[in-house]
């Protein structure tokens, strides 16, 4: 393996943890957010070289710039990491056996946590303060875009941990070579879990190709079905919430299900969208009821195709149903179980949705718009999880442990 | 994807359990264990098909054989799944935000549990009561050694299946060509979690061409360090039983780390294990000190390739280390994270051990013999998992669930 032995040297220093304090590492990473304003002039500079060699035309231009305010924001947040409790040595059960052992079960790190990303320099910094706080270390694979800002923003965090007397080797930044990609995704025995963080192309190739364990975070394909009993005006301002509030993120809205029993409220449903320029695709039964009412360059029949999709722009799919187990059945076939939500007066009805719905998140009567760690209040988050193995929906620090069982015995053998 | 109706099916009918009670649940499980003592004729009648096409010298053999004392165990062992405690439903946490907003996590079932596995046919049981008990509908691959009996098993099942009036398809067996099982490794977006169950080369290459996601469990290359302050009695008992209980199981012994002061007590600590047949591959200073005491033909002297070997058999290798931290590296660089120990009387070197050793399980003056489900209180266990990601150790129904956010509103919306 070409990166091996820089695998084995950043697992090494994964053992480090082992003997830092919680406190220790809260004024690492205070010295961090620190160093992130005093480089501010070495880190702009160097951000200038990547932003040299893109388009400002580019939609990834403005993922990759750095600013003094960008960097102010990442500082700011390190520093809220120091502040959040460490979920490490937490004793989630313990109990004495009846053959006199005494068992427990003990939060540990993951070990050493790979992260896959694009064009995000602040990513760096990011994963790197959520992964030192719960005594993880890291490998860094971030886009060649950023190739100048991640090597700089990594000297940064070196010279804080040379100074704590820490091994650099906690926090590892791979080259941008295709190769790295490739044998980071190979690297079994090394890397505890590997997490894509960018588009949906991104998350496929990793999930294709990776031998070590992955969490899958993003696509959402979200749904919000309004029910014969919803409340029209609470339901107009949350279906706005959560399709305009930013199109460009997972939770946003990709499908209103409307029960038919409220076409004719529809066209009030929707007209703050019109104002937004939110383009519909609706199915027959939908067309026909907002044909007199929505601007026509807006307004298009749905084709198969829009349902399903995640838009990612102001762009909406709309599909009447007939009652509430339908509207399931349509979630059920194009949901990416992300987050789903239904508005709805009976209490009989959100019930059986919240019941019935697999997803990270299922709301009732409030905007899909909430799925996030900060607003769930977990503090951080280092990406929403869409798979149901170790973590789902918002991942905190907590999701970046794991446990280890622990058994004091004095002299037992098993029979 | 050839198999793709079959996981579509499976899939649809996973949604079944979001309307059965847990004691609709265990109802059927007893019908299932029922069934099984009632249709040990038939089910001993298809397994003898299997055996007839297999040599009695194969060590397979004796796994693939089914008796009636063996079908009453089986049903033993789901009648004591239906008295567990169910774990869906259960509130993880719970918490009114400031805006109103009520947020919950709640256990509910992974969906399609994978199992890929040999010539065990009772395994077939064990997974379907498992998987059923925890609500998760199971896709089973098993090894094509014992096609006759577990379709006798399914059939079995599927009966009871419908006499309740539940689909057939929460319980899928797969058919034996290879072909399934490739399907099975890549039918993402249908299999929530895919649990190798055999050998490592079974292990190995589910992991290297699985696309869905995997829980390894098995392998256990497991250490034992015998402190300088160690007791010897306790120690001679406690490394007996850890090596020979049963040589077969992955928490069984596999190297003895001795410490350098206690070599003129290695003849004693490890006398019972001559007569049990034990061979030892001793390190140098190990080998001078038992060569005068143990017998020559089970007395060798230490590889390299011995070092970090899972025996499975009366086999033990045996290292001298210098002190603790000698003994720490060594488990850092050989062991498989599965089950290590340390003997000591020393309190704080206990301390140190149990914090700095990264396994599943870590014990201090006990066997590792009690890596298991039913040792830990579990109840059952579907495996023990050597990865860090969600679930480590011993697996047991609540390993078998993941979770899902509830947010319950009243018109929110996020600003």
Redesign the interface.
């Known amino acids: 393996m070409p990166y091996q032995d820089i695998f084995t040297q950043t697992q090494?220093a994964s053992?480090t943890f082992?003997s830092l304090s919680a406190e220790q590492i809260n004024s690492v990473l205070r010295d961090v957010a620190a160093a992130a304003l005093e480089n501010t002039p070495f880190l702009l500079q160097e951000n200038q070289k990547d932003l040299d060699r893109m388009s400002p035309a580019d939609p990834k231009y403005d993922r990759l710039k750095l600013t003094e305010a960008r960097l102010q924001d990442i500082a700011k947040d390190i520093e809220n990491v120091t502040t959040l409790p460490s979920p490490l040595g937490e004793v989630i059960f313990q109990?004495e056996?009846p053959n006199g052992?005494n068992?427990s079960k003990i939060r540990?790190p993951?070990?050493v946590v790979g992260v896959i990303y694009e064009a995000r320099p602040n990513v760096t910094f990011d994963v790197f303060s959520l992964c030192f706080k719960t005594g993880n270390a890291c490998i860094l694979k971030g886009g060649s875009d950023a190739e100048f800002s991640n090597n700089a923003i990594i000297k940064v965090i070196h010279a804080v941990l040379e100074k704590h007397g820490i091994t650099p080797h906690v926090a590892t930044l791979l080259p941008v070579e295709r190769e790295a990609t490739q044998s980071l995704l190979e690297a079994?025995g090394y890397v505890?879990?590997l997490i894509p963080r960018g588009s949906q192309g991104l998350i496929d190739f990793v999930?294709?190709n990776a031998?070590v364990?992955?969490?899958e975070t993003g696509a959402g394909i979200v749904h919000t079905f309004f029910d014969e009993t919803a409340?029209l005006e609470?339901g107009t301002?949350?279906l706005?919430?959560?399709k305009t509030?930013r199109v460009s993120v997972c939770n946003a809205l990709d499908c209103l299900l409307l029960h038919q029993k409220r076409l004719t409220d529809l066209p009030a449903l929707v007209a703050p969208m019109a104002q937004a320029g939110v383009e519909l695709f609706a199915d027959a039964a939908a067309y026909q009821a907002l044909r007199a009412h929505y601007p026509a360059h807006l307004l298009h029949p749905a084709q198969e195709e829009h349902f399903g999709t995640e838009f990612l722009s102001l762009k909406l799919a709309v599909k009447t149903v007939g009652d509430l187990p339908e509207a399931l059945d349509h979630i059920?076939r194009y949901s990416s179980k992300h987050s789903e939500a239904i508005l709805s007066e009976d209490a009989a009805n959100?019930e059986v949705f919240?019941?019935?719905v697999?997803?990270?998140?299922?709301?009732?009567?409030?905007?899909t718009?909430?799925?996030d760690g900060a607003?769930?209040?977990l503090g951080a988050e280092i990406g929403i999880s869409t798979?149901?193995?170790?973590a789902?929906?918002?991942m905190g620090l907590e999701e970046l442990t794991?446990?280890?069982?622990?058994?004091?015995?004095?002299?037992?053998?098993?029979g």
Chains 1, 2 share one sequence.
């Open positions: 090494a053992r082992t109990k056996l052992l068992i540990v993951l070990g079994v505890d879990v999930r294709q031998k364990p992955v969490i409340d609470k301002a949350i706005f919430n959560a509030r059920a959100i919240l019941n019935a697999d997803a990270a998140a299922v709301y009732a009567n409030t905007s718009g909430f799925t607003q769930f209040g798979q149901k193995l170790h789902r929906g918002p794991s446990y280890k069982w622990i058994v004091r015995g004095n002299g037992q053998v098993r």
